[in-house]
């Protein structure tokens, strides 16, 4: 069975552009979940979805992030205009959801480089 | 105050040293408590997962947690070359977990 895939491995973009970052959760996983590890600072939770529906985004830093899932499959995080400071690896995890959902299986993350 | 404080490292052990890796956290709510292991280039991976105090055995991994000291350790066992990786403690259940920033080990063989 495959697992959480992200696309792409690897973004080098310039300040102020967009990127968009690409996540498929394993199947039949209705939580998905964002999470980022900025330079020298612990993986931090940005948000999560149920589906289509976003249950938490407390973790959003501001309005330059956008997160959707459309049709509760693969979700996709863009950010715009990038800005030095986003520069990270941001992961996605995906759980199976109900009752005593402790794991979330995490992908191998997109590593972006803001320049 | 980070909410889990965590020894960044990195340790270097000879293989089958005994590695003890500790974090500690503030927030009481915290009720679950959990280990994942990241190798370099991947994305973490749960190890342990243990709920309220006490300790838990897998193989050559024991995780213990002391609530009354908010305190969160992993011991390895035997450690191989395979174990080098980092190590990241963390709570919270899979809707939000809150991670330390990791230890980094690395098994000599």
């Known amino acids: 069975e495959a697992g959480v895939t992200q696309f792409p491995s690897h973004s080098v973009i310039e300040k102020g552009q967009t990127v968009t970052l690409r996540c498929d959760p394993i199947?039949?996983?209705?939580?998905l979940y964002w999470y980022r590890r900025v330079m020298g600072k612990e993986i931090k939770f940005l948000l999560h979805f149920v589906k289509e529906s976003k249950q938490d985004e407390s973790g959003m830093p501001n309005n330059r992030f956008l997160a959707e899932r459309t049709g509760g499959t693969y979700s996709t995080l863009k950010v715009q205009p990038a800005e030095l400071e986003d520069s990270g690896v941001y992961f996605c995890?995906?759980?199976?959801?109900?009752?005593?959902?402790?794991?979330?299986?995490f992908g191998q993350g997109t590593r972006l480089t803001v320049v | 105050q980070k909410e889990v404080e965590q020894d960044p490292g990195p340790l270097s052990v000879p293989e089958g040293a005994i590695v003890s890796l500790n974090c500690t956290y503030s927030n009481s709510a915290f009720q679950y408590f959990m280990w994942y292991r990241q190798y370099s280039r991947k994305g973490p991976e749960l190890l342990m997962y243990?709920?309220?105090?006490g300790n838990k055995e897998d193989g050559r991994f024991t995780a213990q947690v002391d609530k009354s000291s908010k305190y969160i350790s992993l011991f390895i066992r035997d450690s191989q070359p395979s174990d080098s990786a980092t190590y990241l403690c963390g709570s919270g259940s899979a809707r939000q977990l809150t991670f330390g920033s990791g230890t980094q080990l690395t098994v000599l063989p």
């Open positions: 243990t709920y309220s105090s």
């Open positions: 995890a995906s759980s199976l959801g109900g009752q005593g959902d402790t794991e979330a299986f």
């Open positions: 199947s039949g996983h209705d939580n």
